[in-house]
């Protein structure tokens, strides 16, 4: 009997028996965890994958042809993308280009935000579809498929590659449209690569695909419904202690819809001081009084503060901690693990934004050298109001919500938070009750997402 007869009489045999043993298992298994945006995880849509031995059969001979290829290009695509869970280089991309100053539509933070929570939700969705269908990987129905990756611990299913390909690249063309050719390829050839591999069929991929895309038009709908559309008609007060300047930055934001959030005001922070009042003219002073000459033991901290300015610095620093800790704690092997991660601090980032902007425009308060214009920051202040500040707001919210989901790294993640806050005071671009306040803002908003989190079905 030729290769081909037995591995189809093996197939039979092996549908039949696991068929059976798998029926009431199957109706019952799920990965029951919250979903962001779609109903649930179990609400995925995923048909069943045909059990037809000659189906099967026909698939087996399409993997056991494309995972035998030396296309060294293809061999590299295998190589790149198996680097890591599946969500990691579609965040580790967005982080990249964030740093480079690259396009990611008019609020970089809504693409770490919508991205990493579409990745989560099709990851669930597709993780309940694979604990519902039980489809072995090709290679334990035909032993002479030598896959050229590990074979995950997982069924076969659908592709979860697939699924958060589809819901990553579907979110980023929505974003920068004028890529989405680009990214629409790239999620393509993400999701192949798994058959190249030898680890997929052709049709779990199929199938990834369009759960993928799936969730991410209910997400983009969400997004649509954000707010941030909206244009500012109002503007800038007048006054003592006012900001003074002209079309504000992220002034519009202040009016978003958050993620958890009651409203962007839910921990706005109290009034700022009398800019004329002692306590802020001695914190103006200790601006103004900062050393900061470029040599000797100052050269540390104005190095520390040019960091927090930098591409990276300003807001994707935290996502590159994330995507390091994720290969260092190999959760490749716990795909819905690290897209839990990652949304996580995506979704706590976007409230965080949000709500600081709801501080600083509520209040217009000015820069230090606005007050005292003897004050010589290293760099200019960002083109909107001081109080309170955006790096501590965010740096402490998500330094918070990774503490939470790395324990072991709490100290560190939380030093860093620290820095950032404290690099503006350095700067001599914030005053210190702008850090102080937007320290305690962000860690009220992380205490929301961390609470999701605790009671996410995850533990």
Not at 97 to 106: C, F, V
Not at 229 to 253: E, F, I, M, Y
Request: hydrophobic share 40%; charged share 20%.
């Amino acid at each position: 009997m030729n290769t081909p007869c037995r591995i189809a009489r093996y197939l039979a045999m092996f549908l039949i028996i696991t068929s059976a043993a798998f029926a009431q298992e199957e109706r019952r298994a799920k990965l029951d965890w919250k979903t962001w945006v779609i109903p649930s995880g179990a609400d995925h849509g995923v048909p069943s994958p045909s059990r037809h031995p000659r189906d099967t059969q026909k698939e087996l001979v399409t993997v056991r042809t494309l995972s035998r290829t030396t296309d060294p290009e293809i061999l590299e695509q295998i190589r790149y993308w198996d680097s890591g869970p599946p969500s990691y280089r579609w965040m580790d991309m967005i982080t990249k280009r964030q740093t480079a100053g690259q396009a990611l539509g008019a609020f970089p933070v809504r693409a770490s935000t919508y991205v990493s929570i579409a990745i989560y939700d099709a990851t669930v969705a597709a993780w309940n579809a694979k604990l519902a269908y039980r489809r072995e990987r090709p290679s334990s129905a035909d032993p002479s498929i030598r896959p050229r990756v590990s074979v995950p611990n997982s069924a076969s299913y659908p592709s979860d590659y697939a699924a958060t390909a589809a819901a990553a690249a579907t979110v980023m063309a929505y974003l920068v449209p004028a890529e989405a050719e680009y990214f629409h390829k790239l999620a393509e050839e993400a999701g192949k690569s798994r058959i190249y591999a030898g680890v997929e069929y052709p049709s779990d991929y199929e199938a990834g695909l369009a759960l993928g895309r799936r969730v991410a038009e209910q997400v983009i709908a969400k997004a649509r419904a954000d707010g941030s559309d909206v244009v500012w008609t109002g503007t800038v007060p007048t006054g003592l202690c006012k900001w003074t300047g002209s079309n504000p930055g992220n002034v519009s934001a202040a009016t978003w819809k958050p993620l958890l959030l009651t409203s962007p005001s839910e921990f706005r922070p109290q009034a700022p001081p009398p800019c004329d009042s002692a306590e802020v003219q001695a914190q103006v002073a200790e601006v103004k009084n900062f050393p900061r000459a470029l040599t000797g033991a100052n050269f540390s901290t104005n190095a520390r503060a040019f960091y927090w300015q930098t591409g990276e610095g300003v807001y994707p620093w935290a996502f590159v901690h994330l995507n390091r800790w994720v290969l260092e704690d190999h959760l490749e092997m716990d795909p819905p693990r690290a897209a839990r991660a990652y949304a996580l601090l995506g979704a706590a980032g976007f409230d965080a934004f949000i709500a600081s902007q709801d501080g600083k425009f509520a209040y217009w308060y000015l820069r230090p050298a606005q007050l005292d214009p003897s004050v010589a920051p290293l760099f200019p202040a960002p083109n909107f109001p001081s109080y309170p500040s955006n790096h501590s707001t965010f740096s402490a919210a998500r330094s918070e919500v990774l503490a939470y989901l790395f324990p072991d790294r709490a100290g560190l993640i939380r030093s860093l938070g620290k820095e950032a806050g404290d690099s503006r005071i350095w700067a001599g671009i914030h005053y210190q009750m702008d850090n102080e306040a937007g320290v305690a803002l962000g860690k009220s908003v992380a205490q929301k997402f961390v609470q999701w989190g605790e009671n996410d079905g995850s533990q």
